[in-house]
């Protein structure tokens, strides 16, 4: 079986449960909704507290079974047709047919994790208002669980000179740990200058408010093509000076996101070498990758530089906890030191124990108001 039985993932899933007496077990790149098109619309289900489901969806807790590796195909550059990108959006709803504390509550407890960091996105075309509303639905959802720790994103359509403010305002409000930049989807292109700057003076605001950053590392995306796939790739992340933060800069899947193997022997991973080796404040986290692609990464980073994150719910977090187990196994590397090391020494390290909510960020939160359901306005069709 090219993949992990059913019996084997089980018994990594107990062994990393085992680790938690040893601190808490964090996971770093959770997503509290669909991200990517942010067009689903939820309602509370009233026989299951905590649970939001789409219309026509029924939820059911995480089961561990058998892993399947997958391959990374080399996609093209072609425009995809919208009958493809209605299909995708239908396969999305598959994984995001349900959110909500107790959504998470239970990948957590599947996975033997204790704490996770929920990165939204603001969408292209945002703006500060729109983002706000969704950032008040996610807090509103998730706020009274010292297990779920958010983060913010920067809406597209700010100047770069008003990204820092917001990012204060959000910090001050939402009690913010870090900040998520996804170039793909919010239509960033750091492959211009005027973006470049913008980016840097993300960098440049966050290192003072003291917030961490999650950039989207990668190209070859499935949902979209030509120029705006290659939006967050190496080839334009390199030119960025990420020691403008003093604050963690961690590029999201490795910054090699849907990166075919071979690309990424003989021209990502040397280029994310050098990089790592430019920027001491940089790291990389472990989702979204396949199985041979997680291997070369683990082989590849020192592993004072890897925080593990699994990109739930796009993929299982219990799947990604026991293949990141699998890989650490045929490297033949000590597993239970180095996953304690992705998973718990390195986030308390990178985030500076902002993982975990203080008492005072409790009590100076605005009254809550309460959201059983929330209904995104769908953006133009990409």
Same mark, same amino acid.
């Given at each position: ?26 996971? =770093?790149? @959770?997503?509290?909704?669909? @991200? ?46 919208? #009958? ?7 396969? *999305?709803?598959? !994984? ?5 504390? #107790? ?13 996770? %960091? ?15 509303? #969704? !950032? ?92 705006? $796939? ?25 910054? !090699?996101?849907?990166?075919? *193997? ?12 050098? !990089? ?22 683990? $082989? ?20 990604? @906890?026991? =293949?990141? @187990? ?29 993982? %975990? ?26």
């Amino acid at each position: 079986m090219n993949g992990i039985p059913a019996e084997l993932s089980e018994r990594y899933l107990q062994e990393v449960a085992e680790l938690r007496c040893s601190g808490p077990l964090y996971d =770093t790149h @959770v997503h509290p909704y669909e @991200v990517l098109f942010d067009r689903f619309a939820y309602q509370q289900d009233p026989s299951l507290p905590g649970v939001l489901s789409m219309p026509g969806k029924c939820y059911l807790p995480p089961a561990a079974g058998p892993v399947k590796f997958g391959e990374v195909p080399e996609l093209g550059t072609e425009l995809r047709p919208q #009958r493809l990108i209605d299909i995708a959006v239908m396969l *999305l709803g598959r !994984m995001y047919g349900s959110v909500g504390p #107790r959504v998470f509550s239970d990948q957590l407890s599947r996975s033997g994790l204790d704490r996770v %960091l929920l990165l939204p996105v603001a969408a292209e075309g945002s703006d500060a208002a729109q983002f706000e509303l #969704r !950032m008040q639905w996610i807090r509103d959802l998730y706020g009274d669980d010292d297990r779920f720790s958010l983060a913010g994103s920067i809406p597209p359509t700010l100047e770069g000179d008003q990204i820092e403010g917001y990012a204060a305002h959000l910090k001050e409000r939402f009690a913010i740990r870090a900040i998520k930049c996804h170039p793909v989807v919010s239509g960033i292109n750091l492959g211009t200058s005027c973006r470049k700057t913008w980016l840097e003076a993300l960098l440049e605001g966050c290192h003072r408010l003291g917030l961490p950053v999650v950039i989207h590392g990668g190209r070859n995306n499935p949902y979209w093509a030509c120029a705006r $796939a290659d939006f967050g790739s190496l080839t334009h992340l390199r030119q960025l000076n990420f020691s403008l933060s003093g604050s963690p800069v961690i590029l999201a899947h490795a910054g !090699m996101h849907r990166c075919p *193997l071979t690309e990424m022997e003989r021209e990502a991973l040397p280029v994310l070498k050098k !990089m790592l080796a430019r920027h001491d404040n940089l790291y990389v986290d472990l989702s979204g990758l396949e199985f041979e692609q997680l291997k070369l990464v683990l $082989a590849s980073v020192a592993p004072e530089r890897i925080l593990f994150g699994s990109d739930a719910l796009y993929t299982p977090q219990w799947e990604v @906890v026991a =293949t990141t @187990v699998h890989a650490l196994h045929s490297l033949g590397a000590g597993w239970q030191q180095r996953f304690l090391q992705f998973s718990s020494t390195n986030p308390h390290k990178v985030f500076e124990n902002v993982l %975990l909510p203080a008492d005072s960020d409790q009590k100076s939160r605005p009254p809550r108001e309460t959201l059983t359901s929330f209904s995104s306005t769908p953006l133009p069709s990409p």
